[in-house]
């Protein structure tokens, strides 16, 4: 199961790693406002706030990935609880709960799968 559990947490930082370049460079691009169902007007308008929210994004897959490469597993669970809160936050906040299933889901099965 820890491999199980190891895969989960490399995916998720990778996966963050992709919010970031969303965020932060393609908020405002034909991609990123596909991504996100913004008009233009809304992404122009939102894209400091956007890079902001890359930029956290950003840390979560930093943690996840110092985790793995250090072996430290309590590291890991820790960041997988932040990009869970994260997420039920998100879903919470944006009334989205696409966001749920996408980012909060993956990190409580990962933590779920360490656990069993």
């Not at 869970?84 to 409580?108: E, N």
């Amino acid at each position: 199961m820890k491999t199980l559990f190891i895969i989960m947490a490399a995916t998720i930082a990778l996966e963050h790693i992709y919010f970031l370049v969303l965020e932060m460079f393609y908020w405002t691009k034909p991609t990123g406002i596909k991504a996100f169902g913004l008009s233009k007007k809304q992404a122009e308008s939102s894209k400091v706030l956007a890079a902001n929210q890359g930029l956290y994004n950003g840390f979560l897959a930093a943690g996840l990935i110092w985790g793995l490469f250090s072996d430290k597993t309590d590291v890991i669970v820790f960041f997988l609880i932040c990009v869970s809160i994260a997420g039920v936050y998100g879903a919470y906040s944006t009334k989205k709960i696409k966001l749920f299933y996408i980012q909060a889901v993956p990190a409580i099965v990962a933590l779920l799968i360490l656990l069993f």
